[in-house]
């Protein structure tokens, strides 16, 4: 799995966000007006968002045209790094084609169910109006927009905390739109917004984690020598993602649990007191002089008839049992248990790791042990110098003698590490204050802001994926990058 799987990946992961904000939406409206719609019109919410991104894709392939990767425009290599109403307006109108489509599908479909007088699963006749179809299409078009305009962003630009937040608050307002739907159109509005709107909200709540993981990796790398995201840093962060999902689960049960157990609880003990002073004594007394007289085999099967089903029993069990887990932990914490088991349990994780390293040695020698100390190996990355090869660019003052150069160095690394130190060179003579210590980033920003060159953002961002990311290009693209550098070289040292 490469790096360009992973920008797949989280491109599919945005898509699907942006598709659930678009399923409460379609039940609000379509819910009850069609048998089976709740299916139907999810699966079209989805589907719309997805046709959005793949007919920008289609065309964009067709025209030569790439997304961005970091949200830079590169115009010579028909890189595009923000929405442009020139590149979307044919995949925006074979949408509107669709919404068409959709419109007159549906106008005649919904028309003959109500000429043969076709009934909802409640009894309920079927109420043609073309105001249905007509909201199907502005919906089904509105979805394949927003899928349409998430192909030119990579996910760093889609993930700004006002932007997440601004979707959650969406999905709640909408959420809240079909509650109020359901109740005035639906009996049972509870299990149809539980079900029909839990699944959503649940995909919605896990891409929205994803990305948002992701963007946070993306802001702690960026500006540092290692600020392409590798691959091993991807699938960590994937794994805290289905960590943080499986607690968040975890305490939602728990949470039920503890509800669910002091409701049954409190029924329980508010059904013995109203007993006893109705019915604790023969004739019930002066409160229950007026009320039908129960003996306690009566009441005891009334109150698990009524309060502690079979079902309830368990849940009880579990709060108890649940309660008793939380005291342990408490106990555990405040006499310093808990400190030792989780020092034990670190611990024994290293010495797994440390195994599992020896085990590939004694199997194959050659193979490089991987329980090492990732702080340290930052540290030493942070501090490894970015021109390996700057004694051999300080001496080279003419574009001939700087290719002759270039031809006798044996390795690809090699020559682009000594291209990348001439190039500095050339800046530095050019007055810019360039520091022994900057980072390929630092360095990006102060030729950019004394240059205005957009150039140095591409050559930068290739330097980084070749010399400290797990990017291994094809000969094509990294005779492109090098020649890139070259360039730049040979247009500075003339």
């Known amino acids: 799995m490469n790096l360009r799987f992973y920008d797949r990946l989280?491109?599919?992961?945005?898509?699907?966000?942006?598709?659930?904000?678009?399923?409460?939406?379609?039940l609000i409206f379509f819910g009850g007006t069609v048998p089976y719609s709740v299916p139907i019109f999810s699966f079209l919410a989805v589907l719309s968002v997805f046709a959005g991104y793949g007919l920008q894709w289609g065309f964009a392939s067709l025209t030569g045209k790439t997304a961005s990767s970091d949200?830079?425009?590169?115009?010579?290599?028909?890189?595009?790094?923000?929405?442009?109403?020139?590149?979307?307006?044919?995949?925006?109108?074979?949408?509107?084609?669709?919404?068409?489509?959709?419109?007159?599908?549906?106008?005649?479909?919904?028309?003959?169910?109500?000429?043969?007088?076709?009934?909802?699963?409640?009894?309920?006749?079927?109420?043609?109006?073309?105001?249905?179809?007509?909201?199907?299409?502005?919906?089904?078009?509105?979805?394949?927009?927003c899928g349409c305009v998430v192909w030119f962003y990579p996910v760093e630009r889609l993930t700004s905390i006002y932007l997440l937040m601004g979707a959650c608050v969406l999905f709640f307002?909408?959420?809240?739109?079909?509650?109020?739907?359901?109740?005035?159109?639906?009996?049972?509005?509870?299990?149809?917004?539980?079900?029909?709107?839990?699944?959503?909200?649940?995909?919605?709540?896990l891409c929205v984690l994803v990305i948002y993981n992701q963007s946070n990796l993306q802001?702690?790398?960026r500006g540092s020598v290692v600020s392409v995201i590798t691959t091993s840093e991807r699938l960590y962060n994937l794994f805290l993602v289905f960590l943080l999902t499986l607690v968040f689960a975890v305490a939602v049960g728990v949470m039920f649990i503890l509800l669910k157990g002091l409701s049954i609880i409190g029924r329980?003990?508010?059904?013995?007191?109203?007993?006893r002073?109705?019915?604790?004594?023969?004739?019930?007394?002066?409160?229950?002089?007026?009320?039908e007289y129960y003996d306690s085999d009566e009441a005891s099967n009334m109150m698990r008839r009524n309060v502690m089903s079979p079902e309830n029993q368990y849940i009880v069990a579990v709060f108890f049992l649940t309660i008793l887990a939380a005291g342990l932990i408490v106990l555990a914490w405040r006499t310093g248990l808990l400190k030792k088991f989780w020092i034990w349990l670190r611990e024994f994780i290293d010495t797994v790791l440390i195994g599992i390293g020896i085990f590939k040695i004694s199997i194959d020698p050659n193979e490089d042990d991987v329980a090492y100390n990732y702080k340290d190996e930052k540290r030493k990355i942070q501090k490894a110098g970015i021109r390996d090869l700057e004694?051999?660019?300080?001496?080279?003052?003419?574009y001939r003698l700087f290719m002759t150069r270039l031809s006798r160095l044996k390795t690809y690394d090699e020559q682009l590490c000594f291209a990348y130190a001439v190039l500095l060179k050339l800046y530095k003579q050019m007055n810019i204050p360039l520091k022994h210590s900057d980072?390929?980033?630092e360095v990006e920003k102060k030729v950019f802001r004394a240059l205005s060159e957009a150039e140095i953002s591409k050559i930068t961002a290739d330097f980084e994926s070749i010399r400290y990311a797990e990017h291994e290009p094809e000969d094509a693209e990294a005779a492109a990058i090098l020649s890139n550098i070259c360039g730049a070289v040979k247009r500075y040292m003339y």
């Open 71 to 145: 949200g830079y425009d590169d115009p010579t290599r028909g890189v595009l790094g923000h929405f442009s109403i020139a590149y979307a307006a044919v995949p925006i109108l074979v949408s509107l084609a669709l919404s068409a489509g959709v419109f007159f599908l549906y106008n005649f479909i919904l028309f003959r169910m109500f000429e043969n007088g076709v009934s909802l699963p409640n009894g309920q006749l079927i109420h043609y109006t073309m105001l249905y179809p007509l909201l199907a299409a502005v919906l089904v078009l509105a979805a394949a927009v």
């Open 391 to 398: 004694s051999l660019a300080a001496d080279t003052d003419s």
């Open 173 to 205: 307002l909408e959420s809240v739109a079909l509650s109020v739907t359901a109740r005035a159109t639906q009996a049972s509005s509870g299990a149809f917004v539980s079900v029909n709107l839990g699944v959503p909200f649940a995909i919605f709540f």
């Open 268 to 275: 329980m003990l508010l059904f013995i007191i109203l007993f």
């Open 219 to 221: 802001k702690k790398y």
């Open 277 to 291: 002073l109705f019915h604790g004594e023969e004739g019930g007394g002066e409160l229950g002089k007026n009320y």
């Open 10 to 26: 989280f491109n599919v992961v945005a898509l699907t966000a942006v598709a659930m904000l678009f399923v409460p939406l379609f």
């Open 439 to 441: 980072t390929p980033r």
